[in-house]
């Protein structure tokens, strides 16, 4: 029998062993065939576990799929909406969870000048181009290979793809480690651009389909937005939020104050607005935290960027049957998009989204989830 010092000495041993696993466990990266496009392409699907967290993304438009992550009683549920078939992903409009791209958000009227010269994008959002035009990068196959903790996602945009100039080379990884999602984007261009990325996930912390997100608890470090017109267009001012609907630097529900009587809030039927934040552009620093009282589940979010897209799903109506045969009514979930400001070629005030020959646009954007109580 051990005497009572061995026993500790053996405790402590065992302790540390099992804090080196953790702490030297790899992310399981596993891959299978999901399905094909209508031109016949194949399409991949890569699962990422790290004991806490799976994830799964596409080849398909880099989208990702599932998120599961369990609640405050280690209950797994899938938290982002979307669809069970490539079919599926290829018919609907809502960008489900796919990397957008060229230009995240939108461009007024579809065109913008640069170097003298106007380029027109197809409109797609009535008289504006919104997410890259008809065919933007979560409409595209991506070439794909497996990285340490992740996959590594590339694609090249032709001269003229869309409307914008310059061949571009697209590089986005998506690395899983201890229940955080890490989106890198890097893209290089041989003719001056205009570029901005982001990812367009839906998240619903209670479970994709379960209900509207109102309840969830949302906390954003941004003093200003960039107010819009009537077509989602920003003004060119950038406004302070102190005393309104907007003001999310405490933590409010989203659903207290979305139908205020707030000019604001009736153009974009609920929050669908550029929040920028407080943080400086290109450090990683928190930009949201959401909280689900009822399962715990809590999301922060940290970029490099200068801003982020505050989106209710005021537009889903119904009309979409997503996984597990659920149906996806109006706020039923909440997309958090970091980015550039929309319109940003159209406005010479705003931080610049021009991409030159010879330099590299970079950007990160972290989703980690954990669960607890509040």
């Not at 791209?101 to 008289?127: E, W």
């Not at 990285?147 to 409307?163: A, F, N, P, W």
């Not at 209670?206 to 960039?226: C, E, F, N, P």
Request: proline residues 5%.
């Amino acid at each position: 029998m051990l005497s009572n010092k061995a026993n500790r000495w053996f405790a402590v041993f065992a302790a540390l062993m099992m804090l080196t696993a953790t702490m030297t466990a790899k992310t399981r990266v596993d891959k299978q065939a999901f399905g094909h496009t209508p031109e016949g392409t194949p399409v991949d699907l890569y699962s990422l576990a790290d004991g806490k967290v799976e994830v799964r993304i596409m080849t398909y438009g880099g989208i990702i799929v599932s998120v599961r992550t369990p609640d405050r009683n280690g209950k797994l549920d899938d938290v982002v909406l979307g669809c069970d078939s490539v079919e599926k992903y290829v018919a609907q409009t809502a960008h489900f969870g796919g990397i957008i791209g060229r230009y995240a958000n939108r461009i007024a009227h579809g065109t913008f000048q640069l170097d003298g010269k106007t380029y027109s994008v197809p409109k797609n959002d009535g008289d504006n181009a919104l997410h890259g035009g008809i065919r933007g990068f979560d409409k595209v196959v991506w070439g794909a290979k497996q990285i340490q903790d992740g996959i590594e996602l590339t694609y090249v945009s032709k001269d003229g793809d869309q409307g914008f100039p310059g061949n571009l080379s697209t590089t986005v990884r998506y690395t899983l480690s201890g229940g955080a999602l890490r989106i890198e984007y890097s893209a290089t261009t041989d003719k001056d651009t205009v570029l901005t990325l982001t990812n367009h996930s839906y998240f619903n912390l209670k479970g994709q389909g379960r209900g509207d997100v109102l309840g969830h608890v949302l906390k954003i470090d941004a003093s200003r937005i960039t107010p819009v017109d009537a077509t989602l267009i920003p003004t060119g001012e950038l406004k302070s939020i102190g005393g309104t609907p907007f003001d999310f630097r405490t933590p409010h529900a989203i659903g207290e104050r979305i139908d205020a009587d707030d000019p604001q809030l009736h153009l974009g039927h609920g929050y669908d607005h550029n929040f920028v934040l407080d943080h400086a552009p290109g450090q990683l620093a928190e930009a949201a935290e959401v909280y689900e009282p009822t399962t715990g589940r809590i999301l922060r979010v940290l970029t490099t960027e200068p801003a982020v897209q505050f989106y209710t799903g005021n537009f889903l109506d119904g009309s979409i049957t997503g996984k597990e045969g659920r149906v996806y009514n109006r706020r039923f979930a909440l997309c958090l998009e970091t980015q550039h400001f929309p319109d940003s070629p159209n406005h010479p005030t705003f931080p610049s989204t021009e991409l030159k020959p010879g330099q590299e646009f970079h950007s990160v954007t972290v989703f980690q989830f954990s669960a607890g109580q509040r």
